[in-house]
Every structure is written in C-alpha cells, then in structure tokens.
C-alpha cells in the first residue's frame, strides 16, 4: 500500500533553515508528481510546492518562492524541502502528498 512519511521538523528560529524529507513507498515514485503543503493552526491546508517526476520541474506558493527548494531522489523513493529564511508564518504541519495519499506530517515551528 501507499506509504509516505515525512521527517526532519522541529524548532528553529526565524531566519534558520530545516530540511524536510519524504520516504515513499507503494507505488511507482519516479513516475509520480508529488507535492507537499502545510497546514498553519486554525487554517485551511495550504499548497507549498509541486515537483514533476519526469524533468523535476518545481513551482511554488508566492510566499515561499526564493526561501524553499524542492527536489527528489528517485534512486532513494524521497522528496524533500529545504527550507531557509524561515519566518514565524512558516510554522505549521507539513505534509507530504501524491494523488489522495498524505503522510502523518511533520511539525515545524519558527519561535524566537
């Protein structure tokens, strides 16, 4: 079955840097678009970023374009997001996603 699970949150001041991965598994990765958003208390569950299987051309929510960076590693069934410059609204659960499958989710929180 469909399996993703993501790692690598925690806490970190405004301006650091944290690096998210995506283990997946259960399906054909590197033919897969995979996706990750994130969901801030109180708010809807947002989009973050769009990574495509074939060239791995990514796109972004405006608000996070120039601070995070999605890739993957098909060799290693994982998708991750470098995020820097984080800010106090970055905190959220961020989530990794193909088609109608979700991981658990993993917190990050930007306090000072």
């Known amino acids: 079955q469909v399996q993703l699970v993501e790692s690598g949150g925690g806490l970190v001041q405004p301006g650091g840097s944290l690096r998210l991965s995506c283990a997946a598994s259960?399906?054909?990765?590197?033919?897969?678009?995979m996706r990750w958003y994130r969901q801030a208390p109180g708010k809807e569950r947002e989009w973050v970023a769009t990574?495509?299987?074939?060239?791995?051309?990514?796109s972004y929510v405006e608000s996070v374009k120039g601070r995070f960076t999605v890739s993957r590693d098909n060799s290693k069934n994982t998708m991750y997001l470098q995020m820097n410059s984080l800010k106090l609204e970055d905190t959220a659960m961020y989530y990794c996603?193909?088609?109608?499958?979700w991981g658990q989710g993993t917190q990050v929180t930007v306090s000072l």
């Open positions: 996603n193909r088609l109608n499958y």
């Open positions: 259960g399906f054909t990765f590197s033919n897969s678009i």
């Open positions: 990574i495509l299987p074939t060239d791995s051309s990514t």
